[in-house]
């Protein structure tokens, strides 16, 4: 059965080709197709990115003057309870 994150669309870019090779190395020596390889490399950097929560709790971390610090050894005895 197919879902939409196994559907494949052929693609060709062009590359350098010292970055080709270091690419198929690459593959190689993880015991990995060079597609396999380039999927996962784009995957992780169009995952990397925070979402618009994620992003909004930076900011206010970033810019709130009601931060707490977080004491470790109160913060084990409350998970510890």
């Not at 380039?38 to 169009?46: D, Q, T």
Request: glycine share 2%; hydrophobic share 40%; charged share 25%.
């Amino acid at each position: 059965m197919s879902t939409a994150s196994s559907l494949r669309k052929l693609t060709s870019f062009r590359l350098r080709e010292d970055l080709l090779a270091q690419l198929q190395a690459e593959a190689k020596r993880h015991n990995r197709s060079l597609n396999n390889l380039v999927e996962s490399v784009l995957m992780a950097f169009v995952s990397g990115r925070p979402n618009k929560t994620t992003l909004a709790a930076m900011k206010e971390a970033e810019t709130s003057e009601d931060l707490e610090t977080l004491v470790l050894n109160s913060f084990r005895s409350f998970v510890a309870d």
